[in-house]
């Protein structure tokens, strides 16, 4: 899958996110948030949790879904010439 860099780097790295996932999750469940702090004032997030641990991980979800529309398109081409 060397055609797509950025999902080999989400699957080597798929155990990690599943950990934050669910770390993030169980904040949730004990109402305990995420909050940014700009001078001295807390705020909460309102950056999906996602973003954060794509982020946190070196991941660019920009370039995931560029690629999977790649794959998309070479698996519709793959079609029709097989098709034919």
């Known amino acids: 899958m060397t055609d797509f860099p950025e999902h ?3 699957k080597n790295k798929s155990s990690d996110c599943e950990l934050l ?3 993030v999750k169980w904040l949730d469940n004990n109402k305990y948030y995420i909050c ?3 001078s001295d004032f ?3 997030t309102y950056k999906p949790y996602i973003n954060l641990i794509s982020e946190f991980l070196g991941i660019d979800l920009n370039k ?3 690629e999977k529309e790649l794959m998309i398109k070479l698996i519709k081409e793959q ?5 034919d």
């Open 36 to 38: 940014q702090k700009d």
């Open 21 to 23: 996932s669910r770390f």
């Open 42 to 44: 807390f705020f909460m």
């Open 64 to 66: 995931i879904e560029d």
């Open 79 to 83: 079609e029709q010439q097989n098709g």
């Open 8 to 10: 080999e780097k989400l």
